[in-house]
């Protein structure tokens, strides 16, 4: 399974960014995807996450800007940044749990991250 994560760039304080993450290889199913986002110095930390149900949750520090929701694509996610703060300025990566055939593992697989910078 292979996670593409697009979408990151240079965005002012106050701005808007839309991630986007498409799964492909040999999918059996996915049964949640998330966002992680690792800022410089800091340790990994979980952004969101959306439920094949389509159940989603946020870190609590960032409910109100940030919405997680799943493309009209199968497998594919997005991520809505609003009124981006200094401080969200990381690399946001994309995972997915899931399995590749009815009777494997459920594992847990990362895409290579996408920077975001948000400064004046």
């Known amino acids: 399974v292979q996670l593409q994560a697009s979408g990151g760039g240079l965005v002012q304080p106050g701005g808007s960014l839309r991630l986007s993450c498409a799964a492909s290889?040999?999918?059996?199913?996915?049964?949640?995807m998330a966002w992680y986002r690792q800022a410089p110095g800091k340790q990994r930390e979980l952004v969101a996450t959306?439920?094949?149900?389509?159940?989603?949750s946020y870190a609590d520090s960032l409910k109100g800007r940030f919405t997680i929701s799943r493309g009209d694509a199968k497998n594919t996610v997005y991520l809505q940044m609003t009124s981006l703060k200094p401080e969200d300025t990381a690399v946001y990566y994309c995972?997915?749990?899931?399995?590749?055939?009815?009777?494997?593992?459920?594992?847990?697989?990362w895409g290579k991250g996408t920077l975001v910078t948000v400064s004046s």
């Open positions: 995972n997915a749990a899931g399995r590749t055939t009815a009777s494997s593992p459920i594992i847990s697989y």
């Open positions: 290889g040999n999918i059996f199913s996915i049964y949640v």
């Open positions: 959306i439920r094949s149900g389509g159940t989603t």
